[in-house]
């Protein structure tokens, strides 16, 4: 009996340690995109006006659909070095085909939804490890949007360009699209009873298997919903910059992998925090405004998502070393 | 012993070699004979250069799930731009360039592992990161670079001995000296070992951290030296030069028959898929398809190799 309350009490403070570094951790994508957002305020206070945030941040919306793509396909402990190149392909399909004969350019991206799924079973049936299945699918897809439009060109259907410049009343589209974004994937995957299961297969996949569940429905699922994810980030680049490249989304796929981790995410495990990623997403976006406003070349551009990512991994690993002592 | 009898065993690597062989002799046929010795021994050229950095990736990749590289593209084309700035164009500069190269390349590598030891965070995102920042130095130092190689360093790359290019010869040693280094050194079995569990090589004795900064260090060396050739070999620097090789070289780790997850690598099979992947661009070229048609069945051909052999991952 006593060592059973001693032990108890021991286990108390690890308790609570352990929700001061979940709390810490889910607030620390909100504190990077205050600070990149402090930062621009401070050095340019119009920015933040409506007009100011819709330009900055209308490139977010694309990068946080990528970044949910890439969320799903982390849950399920898998990586997806293909979206980039997919997107791209996505992207002229929607400048050509979308466009000129809307029932076919459907077709073609519903499809393209279809090979994702595909892949995720076929990746769970073969046991094959998805760095380089997704390696295959960057050339394959690379090759697809280089055949459809050898040169830069093409058109944004008109009602999705319209859509994408839709005036929201007061809040800018940008932030609209992101906060339903984030709020309905949150609900799915975390709230929902299905969601748990999904990220159990990330989680704990020997348990899910054993508890009855079919690991290889729960990879094509969270793999279709990459690819639905993917078109839409397709779609609403392609309404943004109106015409379409072969190589228009090739950051994709690194930007989309560091929006993940810098909202909270983790690579193994079913650790997963879509809101956060949201988050990322738009202080990766944001971060090219900061820097321009400091005067920065934009040869930097990237380097500076490079720190970011190491400056809140390396706070997160403090955040974990100090929680984990004991208080 | 136990795992050296599987070594001997597992033939999955020699695929490879029968794949290089049947796109070559696709290609042969279609231009009649025509060019067959040429195509090999550009070939074999070319594959220099995806060997390099595929031996780099396969000693990162061995040390087990979550290790790799992903610095290498940016890693390569500053080293690119750094043996050229340093060569200035001029022969008496060549050693001392390649030496710079060598140099930033082990900083890189230095630096990848030192984010993975003290952020403690996966080495797929410390190189992902370290990447973007390369990349940024690159195109900050290179911005409007035009040094052309120094003419002795670029009729080096391409020379050639008995018809076969001195570079492919140079990393055949090189490849044979890593064999060497992989199987009978404590620094290369130590990678092995924790490739197949960390823990267990660590119980054993292994100095874990010092294998680990060894093999990033040697990846990133690598890269270096790879970028100073290619700079050569190509008649001029760009940060782009290295690009190619991230998805080259860990196609050429798992087509060659190196196990994803780490523990079992093969160099051997390094050249034989190098030269498989080099010899199928050939064989496309001749064909005369567009880039679009290359692109699509190098994925294909990458994502059939990896199902055909995803199965032996469970039999293990």
Not at chain 1, 25 to 36: D, E, Q
Not at chain 1, 122 to 150: D, E, Y
Not at chain 2, 13 to 37: K, N, P, Q
């Amino acid at each position: 009996m006593r060592s059973l309350v001693g032990a108890r009490e021991e286990r108390l403070p690890l308790n609570a340690s352990r929700t001061l570094r979940r709390s810490l951790r889910a607030l620390l994508p909100c504190f990077s995109l205050a600070l990149v957002l402090l930062g621009i305020a401070w050095l340019n206070p119009r920015a933040l006006s409506y007009f100011g945030l819709n330009l900055m941040l209308n490139l977010g919306i694309p990068v946080a659909f990528a970044t949910m793509a890439q969320l799903f396909v982390m849950t399920v402990n898998e990586l997806d070095l293909s979206i980039g190149t997919f997107i791209s392909f996505v992207g002229c399909v929607v400048a050509t085909w979308l466009r000129t004969d809307p029932i076919w350019g459907t077709t073609i991206l519903l499809a393209g939804i279809c090979v994702y799924a595909l892949l995720g079973a076929v990746i769970h049936w073969r046991n094959a490890p998805s760095i380089v299945v997704t390696l295959g699918m960057f050339f394959f897809w690379q090759g697809m949007a280089i055949l459809l439009l050898p040169k830069p060109g093409g058109k944004a259907p008109v009602w999705l360009h319209a859509l994408i410049n839709l005036r929201t009343p007061l809040v800018p589209l940008p932030i609209v699209v992101g906060a339903v974004l984030a709020l309905v994937v949150q609900y799915g995957l975390m709230r929902t009873s299905y969601g748990a299961i999904l990220r159990g297969a990330g989680g704990n996949p020997v348990a899910l298997k054993r508890a009855g569940w079919k690991l290889i429905k729960t990879k094509t699922i969270m793999f279709g919903l990459a690819g639905l994810f993917g078109v839409l980030s397709g779609l609403t680049l392609i309404g943004l910059t109106t015409s379409a490249d072969a190589n228009i989304g090739r950051g994709y796929t690194l930007l989309s992998i560091a929006g993940v981790i810098l909202g909270g995410g983790e690579f193994v495990g079913g650790r997963v925090f879509p809101i956060g990623a949201v988050i990322g997403a738009f202080t990766l976006t944001l971060a090219g405004s900061l820097l321009n406003f400091m005067r920065i070349s934009p040869d930097w551009q990237v380097g500076a998502e490079g720190l970011i990512l190491i400056v809140v991994l390396a706070a997160r690993a403090l955040i974990n070393r100090t929680a984990a002592s004991p208080l | 012993m136990k795992a050296r009898g599987a070594l001997v065993r597992d033939w999955s690597w020699a695929w490879s070699y029968v794949g290089a062989f049947l796109v070559w002799l696709a290609a042969i046929i279609f231009t009649r004979g025509y060019g067959a010795g040429g195509m090999l021994t550009g070939g074999l050229a070319l594959a220099a250069f995806s060997v390099l950095t595929a031996i780099a990736q396969m000693f990162v990749i061995t040390l087990g799930p979550g290790n790799v590289d992903l610095s290498l593209p940016a890693n390569i084309g500053l080293a690119s731009a750094i043996a050229m700035k340093v060569m200035g164009g001029s022969d008496a500069m060549i050693l001392l360039g390649i030496f710079a190269a060598l140099g930033a390349g082990l900083v890189v590598g230095l630096g990848n592992y030192l984010l993975i030891w003290l952020l403690r965070i996966p080495p797929i995102i410390a190189t992902l990161s370290a990447n973007f920042i390369i990349q940024s130095v690159g195109i900050s130092y290179g911005r409007g670079l035009q040094v052309k190689p120094p003419p002795a360093f670029a009729a080096f790359t391409t020379a050639r001995f008995l018809s076969i290019s001195i570079l492919a010869i140079g990393t055949a040693v090189f490849t044979v000296v890593m064999g060497l280094c992989l199987h009978r050194t404590v620094f290369g079995r130590g990678v092995l070992a924790i490739g197949q569990n960390a823990r267990a090589a660590w119980l054993a004795g292994v100095a874990v951290e010092r294998t680990r900064l060894f093999t990033y260090t040697l990846s990133g060396a690598l890269g270096g030296v790879c970028g100073a050739l290619l700079a050569g070999y190509f008649r001029g620097s760009s940060l782009e030069i290295g690009e190619e090789y991230l998805l080259v070289s860990i196609a050429c780790v798992v087509i060659g028959g190196t196990s994803v997850t780490g523990g079992k690598a093969n160099l051997l099979g390094l050249w034989g898929s190098a030269l498989f992947l080099v010899l199928l661009l050939t064989m496309l070229n001749t064909f005369g398809v567009s880039a679009g048609v290359r692109l699509v069945v190098t994925g294909l051909v990458i994502l059939g190799v990896i199902l055909a052999a995803g199965g032996q991952k469970t039999l293990r």
